[in-house]
């Protein structure tokens, strides 16, 4: 399971560094912003589309790429390029040319994605009116394949029932996986379970069946991908924070992830500091009976910090990967650069490894960050008055 998820989540994120990274100053774009954006039935963009906003409706024709953040997203018009979204809710009604890359909580696909689709979600479902032309790249709670998949389905989930054709072979780690009586795999069918499939008479498999069975424990162990469905539900936890923490107090927000950028190796000092020290000045204050609610209020807040710190990276993150383009100052910019900075941080904490080491390297930049910017704002109230 966990090499497929892989490879689906790491050609999402390559294809967004090299898309973002290789972009000239000139390259055709068009960027909209705002608590709704819609992109009216009979408009034309003949550009590349940057969409950052509450709300997102496409009913028009995109001639190039569109890239999408926001809580609800809704394409019913023609994309003429690709799809790379996030948001809580994705409806894809319309046709695409190429590949759709998504990342959200529930995915509806109803039409035609002629690439690949690669989707990191909680719950996802093709519906019988749509048609993938490549590959599915799949990590979700639960998947319904009901429409037809001309290339091969690969990945994992706790719940996946094919009900239509798929043109290449299926590899699938599950818990449980239903093919029912209308489905037709033309390729080979392997998956990894505790169970065996429940595979309904009339399914058509033309190639061989590979059962892998694993044990109730082995299962059980955590893997970079274990619990996808858990780790959607807390990446939209965070999301969701730090939506609240962007609109309530924007300025406080920006300057904390400016103070990653402008002094990295002071705020990395401080979060050492933080991150270290806290933990052992709170346990030597609850010695006393009369410092222990200070201790263990001290340790709550140093829990919430730690959590919130993804907020702030992943900030700085989106800032400065949308600042290249324009400035990032409204409230709706401030939150697609969150939702696009959450999602680049939460997938490379998924690298096997690796990802200890960036949660590690999160927590002491924002922690440090965070007495920087407070410094730097006692100096300029004080230079004010």
Known sequence: MSRHIFIGLATLLVVMLLTLF???PVLAMDIRSGDTVTIAGGEVVDDDLYIGGATIIVDGTINGDLWAAGREITINGTVNGGIVAA???INV??????AVRLVGSTVSINGVVNGDLIVFVGNANVASTAEIGGDLLVGAGSLRINGPIKGDVRGGASDITITSSVGGDTELAVERLTIASTASIQGDLTYTSEDEADIQPGAQIRGGITYKPVEAKESAKAGPFAGIGGKVIGFLMVFVAGIVIVLVAPRRSTSIADSIRSKPWLSLGWGAVILFATPIAAIVVCITVIGIPVGLIALALYGIA???????????????IIGNFREVQSKAMLVAALASGLVILSLLRLIPFLGFWIGLATALFALGALIVSEAKSRAEAQQLT
Not at 93 to 98: E, L, P, R, W, Y
Not at 306 to 320: A, E, H, P, T
């Open 22 to 24: 290789t972009s000239s």
């Open 93 to 98: 009604n319309g046709d695409v040319a190429h």
């Open 87 to 89: 948001a809580e809710t």
């Open 306 to 320: 730690i959590y919130l710190s993804q907020i702030f990276v992943g900030l700085f993150i989106g800032r400065w």
